[in-house]
């Protein structure tokens, strides 16, 4: 099971921070990598970076560098901060798992809300 | 940035009928590389199908995928009413990871 928890309300300019507590696994299997994924209003889904227990990182090249995805084996967490956010970072954002022998994420949490405004 | 195109963008149609949903990538991709996900509205995306045709656990069989290259299909054999919700493939390449736009299946 992945929960996301956080802030729900960030001011612009500022950073999101996001954790992903995970539970009935351990995000230090080497079966796993572990990653972020946004929906922004009304629209599809993005994906924010992906990291794996020996901390290798991967991010979308997109996102400018505002993105890090880190993991804390020891509290079995995955984290998300996005810097520099302004309003059009709006949305919900997910926490998910994706096997290492496929490209895809077979699970996900429940999604953080989470709204830029002053 | 590998671009993937859905189509239709909706589709309406009944219960009992069947839906076909295409995406399509801007390069060629590796079938494995190929996912379908469905969405119903305030859940997350739930995977359905990986590897362009398998089958994620517990996903019924009416579920199923096909294609190659750069045109994948979503074929759902005998639509229920728990079907109807938005649908998007996601493919890998070039480290990163991309979805498309959605099809809304909506009941007719």
């Known amino acids: 099971q992945l929960k996301e928890s956080g802030p729900g309300l960030v001011r612009p300019s500022e950073t999101l921070s996001l954790t992903c507590s995970v539970s009935g696994d351990s995000i230090s299997s080497i079966h796993h990598y572990w990653g972020w994924v946004r929906q922004l209003p009304g629209k599809g889904l993005q994906w924010l970076g992906t990291s794996y227990f020996n901390r290798n990182t991967y991010y979308n090249p997109s996102l400018s560098g505002r993105v890090t995805v880190s993991v804390d084996t020891s509290m079995n967490q995955l984290s998300l901060s996005l810097s520099s956010v302004t309003a059009a970072d709006t949305g919900v954002y997910y926490c998910?798992?994706?096997?290492?022998?496929?490209?895809?994420?077979?699970?996900w949490g429940q999604g953080a809300l989470v709204t830029v405004s002053s | 940035e590998i671009l993937l195109t859905q189509s239709p963008v909706s589709l309406s149609l009944s219960p009992g009928e069947r839906a076909t949903l295409s995406c399509r990538t801007s390069e060629t991709i590796g079938n494995g590389y190929l996912a379908w996900y469905q969405q119903k509205p305030g859940q997350a995306p739930r995977l359905l199908i990986y590897?362009?045709?398998s089958r994620a656990a517990d996903i019924p069989d009416r579920f199923s995928g096909s294609g190659s290259g750069t045109d994948f299909t979503l074929t759902i054999s005998r639509l229920e009413t728990e079907d109807f919700a938005i649908y998007y493939c996601q493919c890998y390449g070039r480290s990163t990871y991309t979805f498309g736009q959605g099809t809304k299946l909506e009941i007719k």
């Open positions: 998910a798992r994706r096997r290492n022998s496929a490209y895809d994420f077979d699970y």
């Open positions: 590897g362009a045709s």
